[in-house]
């Protein structure tokens, strides 16, 4: 039974999480049809492109280039063709982006190239994107490295999984001792200061593609995350291969981080650690100083 067959045959009416969404899909098929896709678009759209491509500037003042369309517009082709529903892309008019959001019970949320600015600088980090979502909800997310060639993966109560290897959490460890990944921090603010200024951890760094922040930390690689916001291709699939792995998340100001109006939650901030005990003091210490 191919994929789509599969899923139209099972009752998808209840809400995301009133039960398993294993038995919505097989996970092993969807995992394995998807990562192939990403594997098969990145080599062909993708990497012919690193170091060789223009790279132009959107009207919010991030960049953009050809290889982020190819990528975009072949998933946009091929991910109906696993479940026939729309693709909300980052590249798409906002307008259309909006529409799909409010009125899609179901989407393919896609991140064609996270960290353009890496890839059109030369730097080996950035990574593509898919998650599948239900009433702005993910339940299913793949991020794919092109330069490492790691496929994460996550299906929401089915745990995360790293090329196939199922992710545990680790042994934790205090604020102090921690390696910390900061996104826009520009927009920090007061925040922004105050983790330079009074520095409570071991590391700062600010790599520049959040899609392999999330996963590095559902790995060990990295211990906690703060960021300003990110738009939903940003955490669709990162996301919940953190908290498939362990560990927990928040935004700035609220702890439901995947709550929604129906309509809004568009971008979201974000608090994060690999481990429930370090997130406390994390997000303790984050809040204290916004």
């Known amino acids: 039974m191919q994929l789509l067959e599969f899923v139209q045959s099972h009752d998808a009416t209840d809400e995301p999480l009133a039960r398993p969404v294993e038995y919505l899909f097989p996970p092993a098929s969807l995992a394995e049809a998807v990562i192939a896709l990403l594997r098969e678009v990145a080599a062909r759209e993708l990497m012919p492109r690193f170091r060789h491509v223009h790279a132009e500037k959107k009207p919010d003042g991030s960049l953009v280039t050809e290889a982020d369309r190819a990528v975009e517009a072949a998933l946009g082709v091929d991910l109906p063709k696993l479940f026939d529903c729309p693709v909300l892309g980052e590249e798409m008019p906002e307008p259309l982006?909006?529409?799909?959001?409010?009125?899609?019970?179901?989407?393919?949320?896609?991140?064609?190239?996270?960290?353009t600015t890496n890839f059109a600088n030369g730097k080996r980090y950035f990574g593509i994107s898919v998650a599948l979502m239900r009433h702005r909800r993910s339940l299913f997310g793949v991020v794919f490295d092109p330069n490492t060639g790691e496929a994460f993966h996550a299906l929401h109560g089915g745990g995360a999984h790293l090329d196939g290897k199922r992710l545990k959490p680790g042994a934790t460890r205090h604020l102090a001792e921690?390696?910390?990944?900061?996104?826009?921090?520009?927009?920090?603010?007061?925040?922004?200061?105050?983790?330079?200024?009074?520095?409570?951890?071991?590391?700062?760094?600010?790599?520049?593609?959040?899609?392999?922040?999330?996963?590095?930390?559902?790995?060990?690689?990295?211990?906690?995350?703060?960021?300003?916001?990110?738009?939903?291709?940003?955490?669709?699939?990162?996301?919940?291969i953190l908290e498939e792995a362990g560990g927990?998340?928040?935004?700035?100001?609220?702890?439901?981080?995947?709550?929604?109006?129906?309509?809004?939650d568009w971008s979201k901030s974000v608090i994060a650690a690999r481990h429930p005990a370090l997130f406390d003091e994390w997000k303790r210490w984050v809040r204290n100083h916004l």
Not at 257 to 263: P, V
Request: aromatic residues 12%; positive net charge.
């Open 248 to 264: 927990r998340i928040a935004t700035l100001h609220h702890d439901d981080y995947w709550r929604s109006d129906g309509t809004g």
């Open 97 to 115: 982006q909006r529409r799909i959001w409010r009125e899609a019970e179901w989407c393919w949320c896609v991140d064609p190239l996270d960290g």
């Open 178 to 240: 921690a390696s910390v990944e900061v996104g826009r921090f520009k927009r920090l603010g007061r925040l922004g200061a105050a983790l330079f200024e009074h520095r409570p951890c071991r590391k700062l760094s600010m790599s520049g593609a959040s899609v392999l922040q999330w996963c590095h930390m559902a790995c060990g690689r990295v211990d906690a995350f703060v960021h300003a916001g990110e738009q939903p291709w940003d955490y669709a699939a990162g996301a919940l």
